[in-house]
């Protein structure tokens, strides 16, 4: 009998080059684990028929002596990334019964570093939220405390690894997506520099905010998949290369917190007490923690409420009923677009595509979205200006652990999820969240940023951190 | 912003609205669009930026080697709604 929740990736791998058990034994432990906890969880929109046949294909391989990071390993896909020849919706009615006819890269690397693809999990529609209760598929809960969210909107993604039903899954950030849901459920959630992982073949929400990333158990795990997924494609024009940056400055251990970011209104006594623990471990890990002024950082959440709506109403029109997914009848060809967006597309997704078209119109354009540009180019220079005397940038990855169901109430509310997360898609930096400490039974999680291109930072940290090496 | 220019907005995004829910977004977008205007703040007050933060360039290239024709249509026309041979049907526009 394998259990999955003492396994992770790495270990795992060591277990199937040894022949502990075969990646179907493995493959079939996932497997029995969605049937036996899914139902109530809801982290999968479905569980794909071929994932044993996938098994046994690894299974030949590792009894060639094949050695691939992935090899037998049961992942997730979050619903927004294509998958030849498999559902995929964005968690969307508008996409219901949508066949991908080709691979997005980073799941065609999933599948050629050996892994195999277990299902696809649940979101809030095209991404957009931090709960999955915007899922046209009913919400998904979270693994610790079913009365509550998971986070968003990777929120299957992040519960299928909480629950121990997969040992690692893929998830898209665009403000906070990964980090967010992973502080929430207890686990590692990774965001990597813009143009770190191909999006081709990712479902856009707003394209210069969208990366694919990795949750795991470990930080060690996320650099595993981070590895594979990575790398420049000739199909996404903004994907970089290891070099791109060029920044060979060595690691020195030091640590900025943004003091007043952190002590605002809203953030929780726990999350406070939590972070000034987290400051002390890094301490008695020989590193040097410093306040650090960063003023501007609290405005990139206003800034990404203009620059994501304008970039939404503009990639989503591209449903249209005629293509592909739903054709609602109208009486006549534009009432069938009328139709088939109006009932295609939930509360959240109209409010986003509606507030976009109102940014990007012609009276209001320099007011909002010209201003946002300028504020996006202001926070991404103080940023960087910053990690010219540090290495990193610290602070909790949420206000608060895990919120219950219906607990937002009004649209901002949610937003404010996002407050400690988005900076870091705004200015396209990496940055990890890693599990520490609780409040209560819920888990929270500290949130590391790194200048652009420097994961390797964020990984070194976070191993240390979580005494990893 | 009034429930009106919320329907206007919503005809331009060519989504079906009835007023219940454009009173109700007219009311959040008044709470939204108070808190984002925030950014002039930061949008006036900074320096502007000294690096070109983000790797980006267009990319070019010639147009050429096409692929064989046919190849995909079937695969892409398979997740069409309506459609006649090897055509996307719709309703007739004028």
């Not at chain 1, 990007?360 to 220079?381: C, H, N, P, V």
Request: overall charge negative; aromatic content about 8%; some cysteine.
């Amino acid at each position: 009998m394998i259990d999955l929740t003492v396994l992770n990736i790495r270990s795992a791998r060591e277990a199937l080059s040894k022949r502990e058990f075969s990646s179907r034994e493995l493959t079939q432990a996932a497997l029995d684990a969605v049937s036996k906890q899914d139902q109530e969880i809801h982290a999968f929109l479905e569980v794909f028929d071929d994932a044993l046949a996938q098994a046994e294909e690894a299974d030949k391989l590792i009894a060639k002596g094949v050695d691939l990071p992935l090899l037998g390993i049961p992942v997730a896909l979050k619903d927004n990334m294509l998958y030849s020849g498999h559902k995929a919706t964005a968690g969307s009615k508008i996409l219901k019964g949508f066949v991908a006819n080709y691979d997005a890269t980073a799941v065609r690397k999933l599948k050629e570093a050996g892994a195999v693809l277990i299902g696809r999990t649940n979101m809030d529609e095209f991404a957009m939220g931090s709960s999955t209760e915007n899922s046209a598929y009913g919400p998904t809960k979270n693994p610790l405390d079913t009365e509550r969210v998971p986070g968003g909107s990777s929120g299957g993604s992040a519960a299928a690894v909480a629950a121990n039903m997969v040992l690692g899954s893929l998830g898209s950030d665009t403000g906070g997506s990964i980090r967010q849901p992973a502080a929430l459920c207890g686990i590692v959630g990774l965001k990597t520099t813009y143009g770190r992982v191909s999006r081709h073949g990712l479902m856009a929400l707003a394209s210069s905010l969208d990366q694919i990333g990795p949750f795991a158990k470990t930080v060690s795990d996320a650099e595993i998949i981070y590895n594979v997924i990575k790398g420049e494609d000739k199909m996404d024009s903004t994907t970089i290369s290891d070099d791109t940056y060029n920044d060979s400055r060595q690691y020195s251990k030091v640590i900025g917190v943004p003091r007043e970011f952190i002590t605002m209104e809203g953030v929780s006594e726990t999350v406070k007490k939590n972070f000034e623990e987290a400051v002390e471990r890094f301490e008695s890990l020989g590193y040097k923690v410093v306040d650090i002024p960063l003023p501007s950082i609290p405005y990139s959440l206003s800034a990404y409420y203009i620059i994501l709506p304008a970039e939404v109403s503009s990639n989503l029109a591209r449903f249209d009923g005629v293509k592909y997914g739903l054709h609602v009848e109208g009486e006549n060809s534009i009432d069938d677009y009328f139709k088939t967006r109006g009932e295609g597309f939930g509360a959240e997704t109209r409010r986003r595509v509606i507030l976009g078209t109102y940014v990007l119109s012609s009276g209001y354009y320099d007011a909002y979205y010209g201003m946002a540009q300028k504020a996006r180019a202001a926070i991404t220079e103080e940023l960087r200006q910053a990690f010219k005397s540090v290495d990193l940038i610290m602070t909790p990855t949420t206000p608060t652990p895990a919120f219950k169901f219906g607990e937002k109430s009004s649209p901002l509310e949610m937003y404010m999820e996002d407050i400690f997360t988005v900076h870091a898609n705004i200015s396209g930096c990496p940055a990890i969240s890693i599990p520490f400490g609780k409040e209560g039974h819920l888990p929270l999680g500290i949130e590391l940023t790194a200048d652009l291109g420097r994961e390797d930072n964020l990984f070194i940290a976070g191993k240390d951190f979580l005494d990893e090496n | 912003m009034d429930k009106d220019k919320v329907l206007d907005l919503a005809k331009l995004a060519r989504i079906e609205m009835g007023e219940v829910e454009a009173e109700k977004l007219s009311h959040e977008f008044d709470a939204i669009l108070g808190y984002v205007s925030e950014v002039k703040s930061v949008a006036t007050n900074n320096q502007q930026p000294t690096t070109n933060n983000l790797a980006l360039k267009n990319v070019m290239r010639e147009d050429g080697e096409p692929h064989e024709s046919g190849l995909y249509t079937e695969s892409i026309l398979s997740q069409a709604p309506a459609r006649e041979g090897n055509y996307l049907k719709v309703k007739k526009i004028l």
